[in-house]
């Protein structure tokens, strides 16, 4: 019997067999400029020659499965000949879905996983459920742990004792890697270049040159100065999609900073939008979106549960998604939580060394348990109860 582990996330879908490694695949479908009519699914996004102006199709919206159209199709490609080549009848699957997920949407989830494809067995879970059960995994002594989990869609933080998520602790923040994107290509269709449709290109640019400014406002006097005094200031060349494939920032030795480049390459300049927008995740109300940032939001989280176990938690706190992989972040969350936390309580900040996939792993270590048959539902259990035995069984 095999099992599928699938971390279906909004941005990416992280999947794999238990016994194998992990592929991190776009979750999504794209329609290039060039060719309006022909849809690529999933990772056949490497197919497309000009992926300027690329077009999304995303079946996530605000963080939730609403277009199940494009869902399948990623799925039936995922699952497919070309991809893992899934024996329905006789494979388990361990998928991801988010916290307190409408119940239409969990019962669409069951019909489609038992119904239609047929699985012999499925467990849907959250993937900080999964985080979390990899953390207590690799450090058996502790008890407790705090999950932050900061995705395409949003930010979650979720307190964990003994494996069992503490409702009354769990916090959304609507800030994620999608709205620092949007952002950036705001700003810089503002400042210098019309970007708003080169989503793909400017998501690159935001991997490439953000970081997570540790003194915000000295950066911001740094970012102002003229020529090489300015130490933030990077020049990143676009990509044309011929000679260039992929967008690059750059070496400091070879920028130009009176005048322009002989090269003839499109040049991005970035100055404090480096910082400024990862800055986002700890200030949203600097845009507008009046809402904790997130060392605030871990403080408040914390501070809802019993007091006995609030020094826990400040010293088992772990990273994952994408954001986290900012440089500098975990530093600066450490730092900030010092400032909020009584000086006599230790704070420990994890980020491991693959936060993406944290959760994935999580769940490979899940399907090897031995008390994992008791947490799946059959499909004979389903085709039996019907919904009412995933929803007891699973805690979502």
Request: with cysteine.
């Amino acid at each position: 019997m095999a099992t599928l582990v699938l971390d279906n996330g909004a941005c990416t879908a992280k999947i794999g067999y238990s016994q194998e490694k992990v592929s991190v695949i776009p979750n999504c479908q794209f329609r290039s400029k060039t060719s309006r009519l022909k849809t690529f699914t999933a990772n056949q996004l490497d197919e497309i020659k000009d992926p300027s102006g690329l077009f999304y199709i995303l079946p996530f919206q605000k963080g939730y499965l609403v277009n199940w159209d494009v869902q399948r199709k990623v799925w039936d490609h995922l699952f497919g000949k070309e991809m893992f080549k899934v024996e329905f009848p006789d494979t388990s699957i361990i998928i991801t879905e988010p916290y307190y997920n409408f119940t239409s949407i969990q019962e669409s989830m069951n019909e489609i996983l038992f119904e239609e494809y047929q699985f012999q067995s499925a467990l849907r879970i959250n993937a900080g459920s999964l985080s979390a059960h990899h953390y207590f995994q690799t450090k058996p002594l502790q008890l407790c742990c705090l999950v932050v989990d900061s995705g395409f869609s949003f930010t979650h933080i979720v307190p964990y004792c003994r494996s069992r998520k503490m409702k009354e602790g769990i916090c959304r923040i609507n800030v994620g890697g999608k709205l620092l994107t949007n952002h950036l290509k705001e700003i810089i269709s503002y400042r210098q270049l019309h970007v708003m449709d080169e989503t793909h290109v400017i998501n690159q640019v935001k991997e490439d040159v953000c970081y997570v400014s540790q003194q915000f406002y000295k950066d911001m006097e740094v970012a102002q100065l003229k020529g090489e005094e300015n130490t933030v200031m990077r020049d990143y060349v676009l990509p044309d999609f011929s000679s260039i494939k992929k967008g690059f920032c750059k070496p400091q030795e070879e920028m130009v900073f009176s005048g322009k480049y002989k090269t003839g390459e499109q040049i991005l300049r970035l100055a404090n939008e480096r910082f400024a927008v990862p800055e986002m995740l700890f200030h949203p109300s600097d845009i507008g979106i009046q809402e904790m940032g997130i060392p605030e939001a871990i403080v408040y989280s914390i501070q809802s549960l019993p007091e006995e176990m609030q020094p826990h938690f400040y010293q088992n706190i772990v990273l994952t998604g994408g954001n986290t992989l900012f440089p500098g972040f975990r530093e600066r969350l450490e730092e900030d939580l010092r400032s909020l936390v009584p000086a006599h309580l230790p704070v420990s900040v994890l980020l491991p060394a693959n936060p993406i996939c944290y959760s994935w792993e999580g769940g490979k270590l899940l399907a090897h348990n031995p008390d994992y048959d008791e947490m799946v539902v059959t499909r004979e259990d389903y085709e039996e109860n019907g919904h009412c035995i995933c929803e007891e069984k699973f805690d979502i």
